[in-house]
């Protein structure tokens, strides 16, 4: 008996394969560059939440979510980044993200493109709730936006080049 795989299937999973490698090739090239600040590249150019937005912009959900959970711990397994207790806040941080990013896309489709920077925001606040709520403040959240910024600039432009995006099933015309 030949059993078949629908289409929309192998689809998803083609998608979410080739959008784990792009999460783990940027932050990998990104922490590639010589850079001596006190703040690592990484945290601020983010380059481990642009997949994510791109999938989430583009409609693919499921995908986008797979990457979120799985992105981190496969960029530890393979480069050793994130370290420590980074891993864990890092993976809440992207599935929120992913989360705020999808609920933004079906809430308010024209300006979804555009809600990166405050998604990644929303996100940080949540994971800072869930894992560390002492050290939840606005001088916290202020230290991050001012070495996240040129992080949430890429992601403010990522959404703006994209276009706009496919509406999200069940939205309104």
């Known amino acids: 008996m030949v059993t078949t795989v629908r289409y929309t ?6 998608i979410a394969s080739l959008s784990l490698l792009g ?16 703040v690592p590249l990484g945290a601020q150019l983010l380059p481990i939440f642009y997949v994510g937005l791109i999938l989430v912009l583009r409609g693919h959900a499921l995908p ?3 990457v ?12 050793g980044m994130p370290a420590g207790p980074m891993l864990e806040t890092l993976t809440l941080e992207l599935v929120a993200f992913t989360a705020l ?7 308010l489709p024209d300006a979804a493109r ?10 940080y606040a949540i994971a800072r709730a869930f894992l560390a709520p002492d050290a939840l403040s606005f001088a916290a959240l202020g230290s991050t936006v001012s070495a996240a910024w040129p992080g ?9 080049l994209l276009g706009r995006t496919r509406r999200a099933p069940g939205t309104a015309a």
């Open 23 to 38: 999460a783990l090739a940027l932050p990998f090239v990104v922490h590639s560059i010589p850079h001596a600040g006190p």
């Open 152 to 160: 949430l600039l890429v992601l403010f432009v990522i959404g703006a």
């Open 101 to 107: 990013l999808l609920l933004a896309r079906r809430t």
């Open 64 to 66: 986008a979510f797979a």
């Open 68 to 79: 979120a959970a799985l992105a981190p711990w496969v960029n530890q397994q393979v480069t």
């Open 9 to 14: 299937t192998v689809r998803t999973i083609g």
């Open 114 to 123: 555009f809600l990166g920077p405050l998604a990644y925001l929303g996100a």
